[in-house]
């Protein structure tokens, strides 16, 4: 059995109540809590947020979600997709300040055919990408290496947030506010 040591995922793990966790829908329950830092909630504005992914395929991997339950892209109304948008653009430029990857991955996994995990709530993914950050692990034993923590990635991406014009710094316990 191949086995990383990987410590600062207990402090991820044990974020929160677990048996506070309703059936409900797990975005909509992260945005609800109001636990910001300790669930990730990086930034948002009126109709969308910013969170870390629990399981990241690099440092800084994150989604960005609308406020609103819905599954389907085509659903939101005009006024949320420009939000939507928007804050995908001040997503890329505060990974870029805070890590300076090389590039991006973003995408949306639409539908339960489409290989994404939860379905119910629309996301839009954003992975930051480096010039040779695959290497031999998940080839060889199906291992991803992440050589970041949770909280460290939160930290960087919050400040780089709060650097941004009309940005309103709420504490580093809170969400960056970046509403137009």
């Known amino acids: 059995m ?4 990987a410590p ?3 402090e991820w793990i044990s ?11 797990v975005f909509c329950e992260i945005y609800k809590k109001g636990k910001d830092r300790e669930l990730g909630v990086i930034a948002e504005n009126e109709y969308i947020y ?16 609308p406020k609103e339950h819905t599954g389907s892209y ?23 300040t805070a890590f300076s990857p090389h590039g991006f991955n973003t995408g949306l996994n ?10 119910e709530h629309m996301h839009t993914h954003i992975v930051p990408r480096w010039e040779g950050d695959t290497n031999f692990m998940p080839i060889l034993s199906d291992t991803k290496i992440v050589v970041e923590g949770m909280l460290e990635t939160y930290r960087k991406l919050h400040d780089a ?10 504490g580093e316990e809170k969400s960056v506010w970046v509403g137009e």
């Open 50 to 65: 910013v969170v870390l992914n629990n399981y990241p395929y690099n440092p800084g991997h994150v989604m960005v979600i």
């Open 161 to 170: 947030f709060v650097q941004q014009d009309g940005a309103e710094d709420r």
């Open 15 to 25: 974020r929160q109540d677990w048996e506070e966790v309703s059936n409900e829908c």
């Open 2 to 5: 191949d086995q990383i040591f």
């Open 74 to 96: 085509a659903e939101l109304n005009e006024e949320v997709l420009f939000a939507h948008s928007r804050l995908k653009v001040r997503t890329l430029k505060a990974l870029e």
């Open 8 to 10: 600062w995922r207990m």
């Open 110 to 119: 639409l539908g339960k055919g489409s290989g994404g995990s939860i379905n």
